[in-house]
C-alpha cells in the first residue's frame, strides 16, 4: 500500500517557487488584447514588433494567401469552431 504524504509550501524547492512567481508577474504584465496594445503607452514598440513578425511570416513563407472557393464559406477567427447540422 502507497502511502500519500502533502507537501507543505515550504517544502517546495525555491526555484518551482521562483519560476512560478516568474510566470505569474510576466503574465500579469502582458497585454491580452489587440486593443490594449495599441492604446497602451508602450502602442509605438507594439507596432514595430508586429510589424516585425509579419515581416518574418512573410520572408519564411510561413502561409501562402489564397482566394476563398466560391463553394465555401471562410471560417470564423474567433478560436471556436461550430459544426453546422443539417437535417
Known sequence: ?????????T???PTVAYALSVADDIEA???GTYCNA????ESTQWIAAMGEEIESLDENQTW???KP??????LNANGSS???EEF
Open 38 to 41: 495599441i492604446l497602451s503607452v
Open 29 to 31: 504584465q502582458e497585454l
Open 64 to 66: 501562402e494567401l489564397v
Open 82 to 84: 461550430r459544426i453546422r
Open 69 to 74: 472557393l466560391k463553394a465555401r464559406g471562410s
Open 1 to 9: 500500500m502507497r502511502r500519500l504524504v502533502k507537501l507543505e509550501k
Open 11 to 13: 517544502m517546495v524547492l
